[in-house]
């Protein structure tokens, strides 16, 4: 039996399997003349061509053809589903079990839009209604428009056999193409999507960050990809990455070889967000692109009315201290209408939300002392040569491989003091800790000490242990290393060893566990009480309260009581960092269409990176130097 729970998917797969097929980048009924890519363009013989770009004989194809189908209607239905449960598995539990008045259904609506080739100004209207209530009812994304048609277009090749040639295919492949198109146009010009730009295009954004935007179609696009290299390589993939041109047909956007580029094209004006998925090193230049121009449009702008540009940056924000100050002053105080939300998974969990909520409520008191571990299974990643942007100093092109002699060049004029676990890991777990206490005043690092060790074959920092004294009077201890034994991605994987201890004048708040095994801890609050039975118990506040109130519905739902950091999930819309972002691209875009001024301010995470980079960077200094180095009074 079908889960009543699918019904509404179970609807929108009634509607979507009559007109639909590969969407046709730059196709609809008014601009028909331009030709999809890998799509031969039609044939310029044959008579006028209707609205569709059809001529008189690919209309009398595709009827006929047609009418070959209907007369073998079930053995066609069954090629079809066949074809598109092979294609996409996770559509069968949409449908019932018992597929007869389905694939009745499927043939009669079919040979509706067939018959309606005939009458266009009948045709067009309901095409373009059924894609609204496609968008706003079952969340219909392009992606499944491009399966469903795949699958039409192989039941027509296999149920006509001979009949079948590249005319039938031509003709079959633009009425389909076309009627899709329209869908999603009409959809969109009713609901704009907000259009999402993904710079940097290697192993992290095509598994994740890729997957996920199409994910959340189609309240996103994905309007445009740039990467410097047409074939983004990575060593940490088991399999080849996608190239520019093939991720740009498999996600029907543009793609660019430079955000310079992207910007002066006609799409950087239109674009809502961006993510920034580059080498460390490089976030900067990113960033500030972005940061510019979004002030640009402000200034160009009739009144306080404008497109904003909400970036989601993946951490660190950067690597040099005077460029994550120049970032946090131009995202929070001279671009404060747009976004600004780095990609600490961690950070964003309801786990983290009920921390903060204890901490800014004062149930423990002022901070005082804070304890802090990370161990991972990474000497993989941190003890091999080849992974150069986690082991060295010096940010390279993408797929290019440096000498040792020449990466031992570069890293003596490198802005970064070190690379290695530091930067690759421990980042998560002090933005973690600021997202918490608050970056504002409270544990403001003044100096550190730290002595690491690194790993023989790269240099790489995989141990540390360092102490950060702060202008609050917090000391604050922290260590981690690369050298826990296994892997995250082996079978069966090894869960990094996380352990977060911060302690008030009046209690303290303790979290941590295995990041693989949620049931291998939770978060933990003691309070003082002396004098009491109570003093010193444990209490679990993820399942001791009600946190509906605090921390509104969705995150309040999603609420487990267990240890939860890191979100790497590759299935499913993306981690709460994402969401955020997204959420924030929605609401401007929606604000913008609707002729709203901007929120402000909006989301924005650029102190907690701030303060991430400012330790990181004084714990390389130090350990370079043997010294307790201090952060620059400028800096703070």
Known sequence: MMDPGINKNFLFCLDLLSLSACPVPGVS???????????????????????????????????????????????????????????DPDLRPLFPDDMCEQKEKLMKMISLAVEGLDDLGGLV??????????????????????????????????????????EHKEAWTLVYGVLSKTMIDAAEAENPPAQIAVIGCG????????????????????????????????????SPLLSLAELSE????????????????????????????????????????????????????????HRTLSILMEKPMTTNVVEARRLWEMSSQKYPEAAFIINHTASYRPQTHVAR????????????????????????????PKNHSWVSKTPWKTGTFPSKEEENAAD?????????????????????????VGADDVAVPREVYCTMRHAVNT?????????????????????????LPGSQYADPPIGKQIRIELYGDSGCLTYGGDDRLPESGRLELRKTAPGKATDGQSKFPCSDRNWSEQLGGELATNLKDGFYFEDGEQSGTGPGSMKAFLDACTTSSSQYFEGKDPSSPADNDSLIGLRTVQII????????????EKIDAEEL
Not at 71 to 86: H, M, Q, V, W
Not at 413 to 430: D, E, P, R, S, T
């Open 29 to 87: 009924f008014k601009r028909a003349s331009t030709s999809p890519r890998g799509i031969a363009a039609p044939s310029e013989s044959g008579g006028p061509k209707n609205e569709m770009g059809l001529t008189p004989e690919q209309v009398a194809l595709v009827q006929s053809s047609w009418a070959k189908v209907v007369s073998i209607a079930d053995a066609a239905a069954d090629l079809f589903y066949e074809k598109l449960f092979e294609l």
């Open 250 to 305: 498999k996600y029907n956007c543009l793609c660019f070889k430079s955000v310079s580029e992207m910007l002066a094209s006609p799409i950087g004006p239109r674009l809502d967000g961006a993510i920034v998925a580059t080498s460390h090193a490089s976030h900067f230049d990113v960033g500030m692109s972005l940061l510019n121009e979004g002030i640009y449009r402000r200034q160009m702008a009739e009144g306080d009315v």
């Open 357 to 384: 909520n204890i901490i800014s409520s004062n149930e423990i008191g002022k901070i005082r002392h804070i304890s802090a571990s990370m161990n991972g299974p990474l000497m993989w990643l941190f003890d091999d």
């Open 617 to 628: 960077d004084c714990m390389y200094r130090s350990s370079i130097s043997g010294n307790v």
């Open 459 to 483: 240099g790489a920092d995989v141990a540390l242990v360092a102490v950060i004294t702060c202008l609050d009077g917090v000391v604050f201890s922290l260590t981690g290393t690369a050298l």
């Open 412 to 436: 003596e004029k490198a802005a970064m003091h070190g690379n290695g676990y530091a930067w690759g890991q421990i980042a998560h777990i002090l933005a973690w800790i600021y997202q918490v």
């Open 203 to 238: 192993w992290w954004a095509q598994g994740w960050h890729l997957p996920h935007l199409a994910a959340n179609a189609p309240r996103v696009k994905i309007a445009a990809i740039v990467d410097s290299s047409k074939t983004p390589v990575s060593t940490l993939s088991s």
């Open 125 to 166: 209207p309901k095409v373009e209604d059924l894609g609204r209530r496609h968008a706003k009812l079952y969340l219909v994304t392009p992606q499944m428009y491009r399966t469903v048609g795949a699958a039409l277009l192989d039941t027509l090749e296999k149920g006509l056999g001979d009949g079948w040639d590249e």
